[in-house]
T-cell receptor, first 118, second 117 residues
Framework: AAGVIQSPRHLIKEKRETATLKCYPI?????VYWYQQGPGQDPQFLIS???????DKGSIPDRFSAQQFSDYHSELNMSSLELGDSALYFC?????????????????FGPGTRLTVL | AQTVTQSQPEMSVQEAETVTLSCTYD???????LFWYKQPPSRQMILVIR??????QNATENRFSVNFQKAAKSFSLKISDSQLGDAAMYFC??????????????FGTGTRLTIIP
């Protein structure tokens, strides 16, 4: 079965550079979530998209932006990178809801992109 | 805001024995989901088990079961017949019930489980 694809898997950048992380959800999934997991920490929610519109926003720095495209893939753009941005970035996708009462919609996680800022 | 607390940073268990990982949470919602995720050294997030808050029956998945105490806001994970492959970081997570793209997961700080051969 197809899974969530993230690219690149590893990325090394210098301080103040920019980075773009890509996420390809499972086919026919319409919702994408981005999480950041720092070293030794739990994943923290950054942002989500539902049907190509931003649906929720968490602790995402203003230096970061994201969008979901017409083919439902999503990109996380990170500018003016700082050492503290070094982390594992997860993308997760979930399938369309069939409406209320809402059934359970599992979030399927990708393998993550490990970003190292030097 | 919802919070999830895991008070055991590390746990260890002898192979084939049983271990229980603790999790408490705080929410004002009456309907929600709770999860346990496993993160092995590969760092992949793997769903172990989930519990719907409106269900009184505790969820079970093979060797994994939960003890869900809604009034106490407690959600512990029991792993029976522990195996070497169970060694991982375990995260407890919460999300609201709605399904309209705003169902972010809130994670606890994790419990690192070591299996002793």
């Amino acid at each position: 079965a197809a899974g969530v694809i993230q690219s690149p898997r590893h990325l090394i950048k210098e301080k103040r550079e920019t980075a773009t992380l890509k996420c390809y959800p499972i086919p026919r999934h319409d919702t994408v979530y981005w999480y950041q997991q720092g070293p030794g920490q739990d994943p923290q929610f950054l942002i989500s998209f539902y049907e190509k519109m931003q649906s929720d926003k968490g602790s995402i720095p203003d230096r970061f932006s994201a969008q979901q495209f017409s083919d439902y893939h999503s990109e996380l753009n990170m500018s003016s990178l700082e050492l503290g941005d070094s982390a594992l970035y997860f993308c997760a996708s979930s399938p369309p809801s069939s409406g209320r009462p809402t059934p359970y919609n599992e979030q399927f996680f990708g393998p993550g992109t490990r970003l190292t800022v030097l | 805001a919802q919070t999830v607390t895991q008070s055991q940073p590390e746990m260890s268990v002898q192979e084939a024995e049983t271990v229980t990982l603790s999790c408490t949470y705080d929410t004002s919602e009456s309907d929600y989901y709770l999860f346990w995720y496993k993160q092995p050294p590969s760092r992949q997030m793997i769903l172990v088990i989930r519990q719907e808050a409106y269900k009184q029956q505790n969820a079970t998945e093979n060797r994994f079961s939960v003890n869900f105490q809604k009034a106490a806001k407690s959600f512990s994970l029991k792993i029976s017949d522990s195996q070497l492959g169970d060694a991982a970081m375990y995260f407890c997570a919460y999300r609201i019930l709605l399904n309209f793209g705003n169902e972010k997961l809130t994670f606890g700080t994790g419990t690192r489980l070591t299996i002793i051969p």
